[in-house]
């Protein structure tokens, strides 16, 4: 069973791992010998040429220059204010997709974090349930999940919520106001808003269908360009393999638009 001190043991192990390989990427991209590795498109470019070539047989191979290693990390913002072609041109496509995945993994997850150890973590800590329950074995992690808030309890939201199925319709109101004006008036002390959920499966198939009538008639419509003297046509049954043979343009014009209609 996992405890508190694995996971600060885990923590310290990754952050460790981490700062040891940015201080080997670090010291290893100021070497000489390593300068085509770290800046091939400098190279390509030719703005950049090999130090092996210009200086003496250390300094070939390490860089004696201890100001450098001082610096070591002074790229970093400038890399982060970088407008994306300018970083692109600079450094390569790959680096500009690293960069934008972390900071998004930043945005997402560091509001995530805050709100997590200011709201989430106190409340199931000091949920109490699993301290009740006799003959069960848990750890100080297990306090921080759910399991430790006791059912019925204001913390779970699902506690607050009602599900409500099969809503009749009514001719003289969509869904959510004929939800909405029952509960107003059913239950005023009660009620305080409701979101209407719907069955999106045959939306999606409908937006499947439609994107594959639409390939074949651009399909169509190109093959017609390349050669206005024969309009193409095609078979209305399964496949295109069997029945009627129709104007292919007219035909899935015509079927977009019904499932235009249906959407």
């Not at 107003?184 to 009538?213: E, G, I, R, W």
């Amino acid at each position: 069973m996992a405890t508190l001190q694995d996971i600060v043991y885990s923590a310290a192990i990754n952050l460790l791992s981490a700062l040891v390989f940015l201080l080997a990427f670090a010291i290893l991209r100021l070497q000489p010998i390593n300068d085509r590795v770290y800046f091939p498109k400098w190279y390509l470019k030719g703005i950049r040429a090999s130090p092996i070539h210009s200086r003496a047989i250390v300094s070939k191979f390490v860089n004696m220059d201890l100001k450098t290693y001082i610096r070591f990390l002074n790229w970093m913002p400038a890399a982060l204010r970088m407008p994306e072609p300018e970083l692109i041109d600079h450094a390569g496509l790959d680096s500009v997709v690293y960069i934008r995945i972390y900071l998004m993994g930043l945005k997402i997850f560091v509001p995530i974090t805050l709100l997590a150890f200011a709201v989430l973590v106190p409340v199931n800590w000091t949920g109490g349930t699993l301290e009740q329950i006799k003959d069960l074995t848990f750890s100080n992690i297990d306090k921080l999940s759910i399991s430790n808030i006791p059912p019925g309890s204001k913390s779970k939201l699902f506690s607050l919520q009602v599900l409500v199925r099969n809503v009749p319709p009514d001719p003289d109101e969509s869904v959510t106001e004929h939800v909405e004006h029952f509960f107003c008036v059913n239950h005023p002390d009660h009620y305080l808003t409701h979101q209407v959920v719907y069955n999106a499966n045959k939306l999606a198939n409908l937006v499947a269908k439609k994107k594959s009538l639409q390939n074949w008639l651009t399909y169509h419509q190109n093959k017609y360009e390349r050669n206005p003297s024969s309009k193409p046509t095609t078979k209305t049954g399964f496949w295109g393999l069997w029945g009627t043979r129709v104007d292919a343009i007219d035909y899935y014009t015509a079927e977009i638009g019904k499932l235009s209609e249906e959407d």
